[in-house]
């Protein structure tokens, strides 16, 4: 039977006990790490947001780490977006102080969809957002402003869609099928 040296055992075992003493880089620089660009969590933030991450309940964690708010205010409507635009460049920003900064976001909205009666209003047009970012115990968090979700009009469908799927009552999958008819003629 062939066995390794006791040399070759024991380098192996300190190898991987000094793995998993040295973090990682995600370790090193979680999210919203002051060692990183305020911008970085105002993009993930809004990334997070157009593919429906503050649609429902549950994927409302996946943008913790990037926001100062605990809990998502319940909305009457969703802006219905095509894309959006973050500027890298720190002197489109307002710097407060070097722990403070406001990033203004350029969106390009495609309209709204109103929750209570399932309607898409279409309204194309241009809102810039400026996202308030500062140190919040050691890490960027946005603190202002809590905007409604802002949804990519792909996303939208989709969720459309799946409420459609498992909707029991006839009167709301008419409603539901009407609503992504509506969007899919804002494409």
């Known amino acids: ?38 911008v970085e969590v105002v993009k993930r933030y809004v990334l997070l947001d157009q593919k429906g991450a503050r649609l429902d309940a549950p994927s409302f964690d996946t943008v913790i780490p990037y926001i100062d708010w605990k809990e998502e205010p319940a909305w009457g409507r969703v802006v219905i977006i095509q894309d959006t635009i973050v500027p890298e460049d720190y002197r489109k920003w307002e710097i407060l102080n070097n722990l403070e900064v406001i990033i203004p976001v350029t969106f390009h909205v495609r309209g709204a969809v109103y929750l209570e009666t399932a309607t898409f209003v279409p309204e194309d047009t241009t809102e810039e957002v400026r996202f308030h970012v500062k140190v919040v115990g050691n890490y960027w968090r946005i603190i202002a402003p809590v905007i409604p979700p802002h949804v990519g009009l792909k996303r939208m469908m989709n969720f459309a869609r799946e409420a459609e799927a498992h909707e029991q009552d006839t009167t709301q999958r008419i409603v539901l099928a009407a609503l992504i008819d509506s969007l899919r003629k804002a494409k």
């Open 1 to 38: 039977m062939y066995s390794l040296p006791k040399r070759l055992i024991h380098s192996l075992v300190a190898l991987a006990i000094l793995a998993l003493a040295v973090p990682s880089n995600a370790q090193l620089s979680p999210s919203g790490s002051m060692r990183r660009s305020p």
